[in-house]
Each structure stands twice: as C-alpha cells, then as structure tokens.
C-alpha cells in the first residue's frame, strides 16, 4: 500500500539552480525527521533511495507503522544521482536507510559509506537476494577503475527488483531489520510481510499470464542499457543487445556498436527498442529510426509518476509487462 510513502524532491539535485534560502530550509525542514529521529506523528522514519524500494518497505511497514520518505527524486535514474548536502542531512535525520546495493547507486556510495559510519543504519536489499551476473560484455564499468571482483559481488546485477518473487523472498529479513534497526513491532510487520508475499506470488502469475501469449521464439529484447537482466531470467526472454554497453544507464553509446545493432536487429527481427523513462532516448529514437523499428518506453529505475497506473511496485511491474508484451506481440 502507498500510505506512508513521501517523496521529497530536492530541487538542488535535479539541476534547479536558482533557489531561494527560503525555499531550501522549507525543502530541508520537510525532508528531516525531528530530533528523535520520528516523523511529526511520532512514527520512525525510514528513507529508501529509489521509490520502488520506497514502496515495497512501506508495504512491509504497512498501516502507517513507519514514514518512508524517497531520496532520489521520481523519474530520477539510480546510476547517475548524486546527493547534496542537503540529501546527506536528510539521511542522517532517518532511523534506518533502505538502499540496493550492488553499485546500482554509483553516486551515492561514498555518502552511504560516510552516513552508515556516523551511526545510521544501512540495509542493502541486494545483500538478501539470490542474484544473477549480467550478460556476457554487459558487466558494469567504471572508467579509470580496477574493480575488484569479490569485493563488488563478481559483477552480479543491481537490478534485482524486475523479479518480483525474489524481491519476496528478502521481506522477511527486511522486515527484522526494521524491527532491530528502525524500532517497528515485529508482530505487526510480519503480518504485513504475509499479506504482501501473497500480493507479490499473485503479482508474479499475472506477469506471466500477460506474458503468455508471447512464442518463446519471440522473447527477444534489445534495452536501452542492461537493466532487465531478471525480467528475462523470471520470465524467459533473451536479451539479444544494449544500446548503452555495459549494466550501468551512466555509459555512452558506441557509434560503431550502434550500427552492429542495425544489423542484429535485421537478423533477429526485434520489432522494438526499450527505452528507459528515467534516461534520454534520443541514441535508442536515432538506432531505431536507421532499423526501422518501434521505441518503447519502459519505467526501470523509478516508479512513474501519480496515477500513471505504474506508480507501485505491483503496478510498475504489470505496466512493465504489458508494453513488452503489446510491443513484441
């Protein structure tokens, strides 16, 4: 359920230059929980960094057991966010964060480092979930840096979210984190974590069922960058390209690839290029134009917006679904 989620748009961090003293301290005031660290009801309050993840701990923290307020602004693209002073008071303010883990915020690492080391908690939901590498060629790069290979998961993919029974399997630990970290009753979360499962193995079959109709010989995508890594594990589709190389929407797209991918759409006969909302499409508009296919445009790192029918979790996930299965059929 949505009650209890807040969003809260920090204008500095979305690009906005000019901005009042006025309207920041009002925007920080907003943003921050008191000085015990609860909302102004009295209630904890939990941050997660994206909305998907807000909405899915505000469904584990449900009947407004907790305030869980979104860091990064909706529409807004994990890879690339980078936090502001601001945003780094209003971590600070919350009892627990709630964060991906697995180098999906690339921007946010130092921050979450620094933030946890100052006594705020920090659960990683990537931490509690079986995860699966990226395609071979799609691992995640950094420039300029040598990754080391255990240290950062042997280049598992962040984005765990696109199956939604994987994502039930880590409520229950989620749920005893914010009963030992964030001070929730551990009674009432576990009832709340029963009935979201339940929502979540439901959501699961209806994915399925909209996905049905679709010959397995059919399930060929070709993403904008490799972010539905798990969509195609759960639901057995073949990720045959990116147009951004690499796991990570930061990347810059290849000349000299996208013309390959003219001809591999040729070959496959992929009718669609997905499009990321929360990332510019004008490389996946201009490869679709020279192949003459479709570009479709898929919520991946964010909840779309309010009544976009893909502004929850179970939401986000069917409107997903049907774009994919509308575009391929």
Known sequence: MLTGVRTIIDTKSVGVRAITV??????????CGNDDDAASDG?????ATTSIWADIVANVACDGQAEVITLIPPGGDPHAFQPS??????????????????????????TLEAVEEAGTPVFHMADHIETIGFAPGMELEHEGEEEDEEEHHGGDDPHVWFDPIRVADALLPL????????GLDSGALSAC????????????????????PLPHDERLMLTNHDALGYFANRYEFELVGTVIPGGTSI???????????????????????????SHSSDDAE????????????LDTGSLGPSGSGSDTYLGFMRSNAQKIADALG
């Open 193 to 212: 974590v029963t009935k979201y499962r339940g929502e979540l193995v439901a959501l699961d079959d209806e994915v399925a069922g909209i996905l049905a």
């Open 22 to 31: 006025v309207a920041a301290l009002a925007l920080l005031v907003s943003g």
């Open 175 to 182: 749920s005893e984190a914010l009963a030992a970290q964030g």
């Open 286 to 297: 201009a490869l679709a134009r020279q192949a003459g296919v479709d570009v479709v445009v």
């Open 43 to 47: 209630s904890p309050t939990i941050m």
């Open 251 to 277: 990347g810059e797209a290849n000349p000299a690839e996208l013309q390959e991918l003219v001809g591999l759409i040729g070959q496959t006969g992929v009718p669609a290029i997905f499009a990321e909302s």
């Open 85 to 110: 002073l601001q945003d780094r008071g209003r971590m600070e303010s919350a009892v627990m964060i709630v964060a991906n883990g697995l180098e999906l915020e690339e921007g946010l690492e130092d």
